[in-house]
């Protein structure tokens, strides 16, 4: 036994040593694509965490004063104005979202794309002109009192400078999105399903409420965390209408207080009930999962109920209030207004803002699909657990509210700059000054943050259609990742490119919290131009650049529109 032994121990040594261990090491490297993933991300999470590290910081008394005043009322507001707008946003949306996908009726094609417009108008545009539309002194009440002879006590008026009135407005702009999702869930349902519930004697009604609506549970969810997270977000509606949130107290402590450290504290606490929303949206939504309809579009188009009559005058009326309410009234009276006076400024002052508006959009969607195409890739190259953990790093700010990200970027920037003043001064008796604070470098910088999350997800859609035997074959014809990136897939990936620089470029173009802080001196934008102007009580004034703002977001919306009206879309 001892002779038979002794020849084979040598025989796993070399095999357990030089034969595994280099591809061991091989197979743990970090790429340079995967590294320079970690670097984006890195630099993405910065000003998140800029923020949530001000909490250990001694604010001199400024916390505390703000916690025994004004902090209660902030958290007050801002749960009841979360609660409402999704109340109010989901309602329509999943009504919407249902008479378009379950039934059909004369104006079905127009109102399911026309139910998507109210998302082109910030909710600080629809709060401006519903705001001087419905005030006291406003055309509406007015006319009311010359037609009944009333007194001011005479009657009663809904506030509409009031938490409910912004809830209303909020819902009104972002009630789209619950629509689109639910729009979906409900055209991919399963169809033997909902065929059995009437089957078995259950109306529309029934099958709605117990076989459709608990199976576009996910998608319900969904939306309406993301109208949690928006509503969170939103500083020009509240700041207008007079609502005290956490956002609106950001921009107070910080610019009228003069207290940074305290308004970042108040920015973590609203980082707080960002992830509160989507550890919720979470739960709630668990593991459930839509049940597609095999037969495609075609079957659930045949599946619609058909409706004539009274009946279908109600569903007609019923999609088109939110269309109304949201995009036509608003968009009619900035129109009117535009024509009638518009911004004096009109000219070569205001085609500045536009060109300042279309310069920082532009700018924005170029880095961002730059930076989305580079992670998205890297991710096809190495879809590790590090790669896929920085890529959900990376995608994390769009759940952020605009002033959070404007205050942590604020941060780090004021201490590079003060840390290189200092250094100069010493080494040089030179003073640098603020060179990325107030700078277009700091602003491009809070909007990849704020929107890297769009350029990642829609070109990480695009990556995922071409098939993998693209890479082998460039691969086999000796070409590196890059040229493969450059020559195979850069092509094919051109309208989701499209329709990410949009979609970026629209938003950038409707961004007001970022912007108005983290803004060079004396840069002002369309959005800050009609800022500024309504909060002044011009609207009249403040209409052109607004319905710049409405006319340039419509783009994006014909074109989602169209890639979900094609087959397979939904």
Known sequence: ???????????????????????????RRISAWSLGALV???????????????????????WSHLASTVLPLYLRNSLMLVVLTVALASA??????????GFEFRGRG?????????????????????????????????????????????????????????????ALVLYPYVYLLTRAAFATQSLHLIE?????????????????????????????????????????????????????????????????????????????????????????????????????????????????GWRALIVMALCAFPIVAGFLFPAGDLLRRAIEVGDPMWGERFLAFALNSLWLAGLAALVLLSLGLFLGYARRLDGGPLVRAALGVAGIGYAMPGAVIAVGVLLPLAWADRTLDAW??????????????GSYVGLIFAYSVRFLSISLNTIEASLQRIPPSLDDAARGLGSGPGRTLATVHFPLLRGGLLSAAIFIFADVMKELP??????????????????????????????TSALLIVALGIIPVILLSRAMDRPGAH
Do not use: C
């Open 110 to 170: 127009v109102l399911q794309w026309a139910l998507m417009l109210p998302m082109t108008v910030p909710g600080y545009v629809i709060a401006y002109v519903y705001y001087e539309q419905l005030t006291f002194a406003g055309p509406v009440q007015s006319t009311l009192r010359e037609i009944f002879g009333w007194g001011r006590r005479d009657y009663w008026f809904p506030d509409i400078a009031s938490l409910p009135g912004a809830a209303m407005m909020l």
């Open 196 to 308: 059995a519930a009437r089957a078995l004697g259950q109306s529309s009604r029934g099958a709605f409420f117990r076989v459709a609506l608990p199976m576009a549970r996910p998608a319900i969810v969904a939306g309406a965390a993301f109208v949690a997270m928006e509503t969170l977000a939103d500083f020009g509606t509240v700041q207008h209408l007079g609502v005290q949130t956490l956002t609106s107290g950001i921009f107070r402590t910080w610019f009228a207080r003069g207290e940074p450290v305290a308004a970042a504290q108040l920015a973590a606490m609203l980082i707080g009930f960002v992830a509160l929303a989507l550890v919720l949206e979470r739960l709630l939504r668990g593991s459930r999962r839509y049940v597609g309809d095999p037969a495609g579009k075609s079957a659930s188009a045949a599946a619609r109920h058909p409706l004539s």
């Open 514 to 543: 970022a912007t108005l802080i983290v803004r060079p001196f004396n840069l002002d934008t369309l959005a800050i131009r009609t800022y500024r102007l309504a909060s002044d009580g011009r609207l009249d004034e403040a209409s």
């Open 1 to 27: 036994m001892a002779t038979t032994a002794d020849p084979l121990k040598p025989q796993p040594a070399p095999s357990r040593g030089a034969g595994r261990k280099p591809v061991r090491r091989a197979a």
């Open 92 to 101: 329509m949306g999943v009504g919407a979202g249902w008479l378009i996908a």
């Open 40 to 62: 984006v991300a890195a630099l993405i999470a910065l000003p998140i965490v800029a923020v949530v590290a001000q909490v250990f910081v001694p604010s001199g008394g400024a």
């Open 424 to 437: 100069m001064r010493a080494s040089f008796d030179i003073s640098t000054g603020l060179l990325l604070t």
